[in-house]
């Protein structure tokens, strides 16, 4: 299958799912999630429409980036993100999705500061309490933001969570449907500089389930792309 014909299926799907749950396909952005992607692949979405682009290796990204300096692309660094690789993305990424622990939002208040920028960041959720999964448990989100309140170089936006993998995505409804409720209670604290603008959540096999319950952020691979071959 293309690159072509599986963006229009998606974009399909993201359109009913939107409209189950009273709204429009333009309310949900899709990230198409290249990492291990070859950059004439990604050339090929961008042709096709794809605009957001998600990688979760900074190295991979920072490459990534220069090869494709004169697209107009938003980059997302999705996967988990080392204080000391910071640095390299600062003045590159769009949004960060894996902000979840203090020493990372001080090395990006830090950075910030010295590159004279404001930075977008989601912080990463992990709903279903997976060990192997990075992300803060549900409990630990509200103290957390109160103690990177102070930082205003960090513009929080939002919420990220990864659901676990299972063949039945209905299994994971709940998943998606606790992180909106968290989101709604951290709206009702009426914080500066918090927007829970963003739910980033749904992947290739959970998607319409996730947009169901209020995704308006979806991070796609396998289903633009194909299977990655590592
Ligand atoms: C790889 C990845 C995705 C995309 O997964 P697919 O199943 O290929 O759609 C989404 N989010 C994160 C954080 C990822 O690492």
Not at 97 to 118: F, G, P, T, W
Request: glycine share 6%; no cysteine.
């Amino acid at each position: 299958m293309s690159i072509k014909y599986n963006l229009a299926e998606i974009k399909q799907n993201i359109k009913e799912a939107a409209e189950k749950s009273g709204r429009k396909e333009d309310d949900i952005t899709l990230i198409a999630v290249t990492k291990t992607v070859d950059v004439d692949k990604i050339k090929e979405a961008v042709e096709h429409g794809v605009r957001n682009i998600g990688e979760n290796r900074v190295q991979e990204m920072t490459r990534k980036y220069e090869e494709l300096k004169d697209k107009d692309i938003l980059w997302h660094m999705i996967g988990h993100l080392q204080s000391n690789k910071v640095k390299y993305i600062i003045d590159k990424v769009d949004l960060i999705h894996s902000l979840d622990r203090m020493s990372l939002a001080k090395e990006i208040q830090k950075r910030a500061e010295k590159n004279n920028v404001i930075v977008n960041t989601l912080v990463q959720v992990n709903i279903a309490e997976e060990e192997s999964k990075f992300g803060l448990m549900g409990e630990e989100v509200i103290p957390f933001i109160e103690s990177i309140l102070k930082f205003d170089r960090i513009k929080i936006k939002g919420l990220m969570t990864i659901a676990p993998f299972v063949e039945n995505p209905e299994k994971v409804r709940y998943v998606f449907r606790q992180l909106k409720g968290l989101s709604k209670d951290i709206k009702a604290k009426g914080y500066s500089n918090v927007e829970m603008k963003y739910l980033s959540m749904g992947m290739t096999n959970d998607y319409k389930v996730a947009i169901e319950e209020g995704s308006n952020m979806v991070r796609i691979g396998t289903g633009i792309f194909g299977k990655r071959k590592y």
